[in-house]
């Protein structure tokens, strides 16, 4: 069955670096999305992706994020300079049609 | 603005037996999708159901049904049949019909005993 995959599972970065979260979607999916989960909270959207452009996003992307889709299958967060608060479980997703979404595994990223 | 609220922060049953997981939730949308996920200690969060506001039937997906209440704005999940694998937080969230962005629950953590 086809499954969201994402890479890194776990990140470590210093306090101002950027880093670069990778998500490959379900192959004919149409929508993508990013969100997070700080440690024992909810998870909480930060944007979506339609047609090559975002969609969406809420107040958290701020200009220090930005997501981008370089090919056919690759979708991608950038975070540009990473901030303690940034430390959170990111998850990416895919959905066919504004509807269900399905969810990677996430990656755990922790700024130290 | 939605809210979806679930006010149990923790549920234990007995395995083979049913167990309700309450969500309610809040919105001024007409046309809304209210879904439920579960997340095993691994972190990944799984797709299990989900419930259009205008399907007059409940939804079911083998052990998962949805008891859809929509006057009393509840979409509560009913796992029947409790394994030891169904030990896991469970999120409801809900969305606009042809919105984005899942808004999710605080969770509920279900601990299946043997």
């Known amino acids: 069955e086809p499954e969201v995959t994402q890479t890194p599972s776990h990140q470590v970065t210093q306090m101002g670096q950027e880093v670069i979260l990778r998500c490959v979607p379900i192959?004919?999916?149409?929508?993508f999305y990013w969100y997070r989960q700080i440690l024992g909270q909810k998870v909480e959207f930060l944007v979506s992706?339609?047609?090559?452009?975002?969609?969406?996003k809420s107040e958290i992307f701020d200009d220090q994020f930005s997501v981008e889709r370089p090919d056919g299958s690759n979708f991608t967060l950038k975070i540009r300079s990473t901030k303690l608060e940034d430390s959170a479980m990111y998850f990416c997703a895919s959905s066919p049609r504004l509807w269900e979404q399905f969810f990677g595994p996430g990656t755990r990223l922790t700024v130290l | 603005a939605q809210k979806i609220t679930q006010t149990q922060p923790g549920m234990f049953v007995q395995e083979k037996e049913a167990v309700t997981l309450d969500c309610t939730y809040d919105?001024?949308?007409?046309?809304?999708?209210l879904f439920w996920y579960k997340q095993p200690s691994s972190g990944e969060m799984i797709f299990l159901i989900y419930?259009?506001?205008?399907?007059?039937q409940n939804a079911t997906e083998g052990r998962y049904s949805l008891n859809f209440q929509k006057a009393r704005k509840s979409a509560n999940l009913v796992i029947s049949a409790s394994q030891l694998g169904d030990s896991a937080m469970y999120f409801c969230?809900?969305?606009?019909?042809?919105?984005?962005?899942?808004?999710f629950g605080a969770g509920t953590i279900l601990r299946v005993k043997s």
């Open positions: 969230a809900m969305k606009k019909e042809y919105g984005n962005k899942l808004v």
């Open positions: 192959s004919n999916h149409l929508y």
């Open positions: 419930q259009g506001s205008y399907d007059e």
């Open positions: 992706f339609y047609n090559n452009e975002i969609s969406e």
């Open positions: 919105t001024s949308d007409q046309s809304y999708g």
